[in-house]
């Protein structure tokens, strides 16, 4: 060792979202050639698997100056740290740098795992069990009773798509996310059918898998309209439906029930005449089967016009 060496302090940060003992090679070989381990926390996740490699750690917590008194004589003392790193040791050396009185070891932040993508979404679901353990509102809710909000927060995802506010649009994403986190925690509690957000996930991925057969598979599709006739026919498969209606929910909007139902029976091939009767709702039925032969989706095509009206009335009250 060089007496004039000040060493190097190697901050070991490990994603608490990913297997402990699962660190990176850089990370296993700086921590086999340091001169001393160091750990504050007796019960990190990581330390068994550093025991069973063999990687001696010391529990201690080393103020900044100690720190670099340990790295005197070209020493590299690692400090193994939380997910979030070490803020106050970290505000500790940046102070004594600042002071131009000590010469500093080479500093270096080394992660030892990185998070995939997707990873945040753990978290998601822990907090989600805790709020469900702890919270009085949260722990008494049922699928029924959160059923409403589902609505809610899909027409206000809607309208933030619509108004193109990037802000809003990732605030009522997750909104939305939170509902089916939400209602997959309360499936757990289920005495009969247990589910959770797992089986969700894992029953959305099989299902996407098999309805992309061009992707995952050796089919081919080259338009849009490939993929869709695809779908549809692999969907009458597994629905094994009795009607094209099967699966139309009749409590959606009234507009969007109406250009779903002619959807279906348009990619059936079926000859049905509209219903005759008098008053505007069979008025409101035609032009909204006329609209989705046209391409158009009639119930954001009212939602428009809508706002356009919202904007001058406000223009008449002087608001606009």
Same mark, same amino acid.
């Given at each position: 060792?060089?007496?004039? +060496?000040?060493?190097?302090? =190697?901050?070991?940060? /490990?994603?608490?979202?990913?297997a ?15 001169d001393?381990?160091l ?38 003392? =690692? @400090? @193994? ?10 505000d500790?050396?940046?102070r004594?740098a ?21 990873a *945040?979404?753990? #978290?998601?679901?822990?907090?989600? #069990?805790?709020i ?10 049922? $699928?029924?009773? &959160? ?16 108004d193109?506010d ?5 605030e009522?994403?997750?909104?939305? &996310?939170?509902?089916?986190?939400? $209602? ?5 509690? #289920? ?9 969700? /996930? ?23 309209? +490939?993929? $869709?006739? $695809? ?10 439906? #009795?009607?094209?209606?099967?699966? =139309? ?14 959807? *279906? @029976? ?34 954001? /095509? ?8 919202? +904007? ?9």
């Amino acid at each position: 060792m060089n007496a004039e +060496d000040p060493g190097r302090i =190697v901050l070991l940060t /490990a994603s608490h979202r990913v297997a402990p003992g699962l660190l990176s090679w850089p990370a296993w070989q700086t921590l086999r050639a340091a001169d001393r381990v160091l750990c504050a926390e007796q019960d990190h996740a990581q330390l068994p698997y550093l025991r069973e490699a063999g990687v001696t750690v010391e529990h201690t917590a080393p103020t900044a100056q100690e720190l670099v008194d340990a790295c005197a004589g070209g020493r590299t003392v =690692v @400090v @193994v740290t939380g997910g979030e790193g070490n803020q106050p040791l970290t505000d500790g050396l940046a102070r004594l740098a600042g002071s131009g009185r000590v010469q500093m070891p080479n500093l270096e932040l080394l992660p030892g795992s990185y998070d995939l993508p997707g990873a *945040r979404l753990l #978290d998601l679901v822990q907090v989600m #069990d805790r709020i469900r353990a702890e919270c009085p509102w949260t722990s008494q809710k049922t $699928h029924q009773g &959160l059923a409403k909000y589902a609505i809610e927060e899909a027409y206000e995802l809607v309208e933030a798509i619509e108004d193109g506010d990037r802000d809003e649009l990732r605030e009522e994403l997750g909104d939305v &996310l939170l509902q089916v986190v939400f $209602h997959a925690r309360i499936a757990e509690e #289920d005495e009969d059918q247990p589910f959770s957000v797992d089986d969700v /996930a894992a029953t959305l991925v099989e299902k996407l898998i098999h309805r992309h057969p061009h992707v995952f598979g050796d089919e081919t599709a080259e338009t849009p309209e +490939d993929v $869709h006739a $695809h779908w549809l026919r692999t969907k009458a498969i597994e629905k094994q439906r #009795d009607s094209v209606t099967d699966g =139309v929910p009749l409590g959606q909007p009234g507009l969007a029930l109406a250009a779903k139902l002619a959807g *279906r @029976v348009r990619t059936a091939g079926l000859d049905v005449a509209l219903p005759a009767g008098d008053g505007i709702g069979y008025e409101l039925l035609a032009l909204a089967v006329r609209a989705e032969q046209d391409g158009t989706d009639p119930e954001a /095509a009212l939602r428009a016009a809508g706002r356009a009206y919202r +904007d001058a009335i406000l223009a008449a009250e002087g608001n606009g």
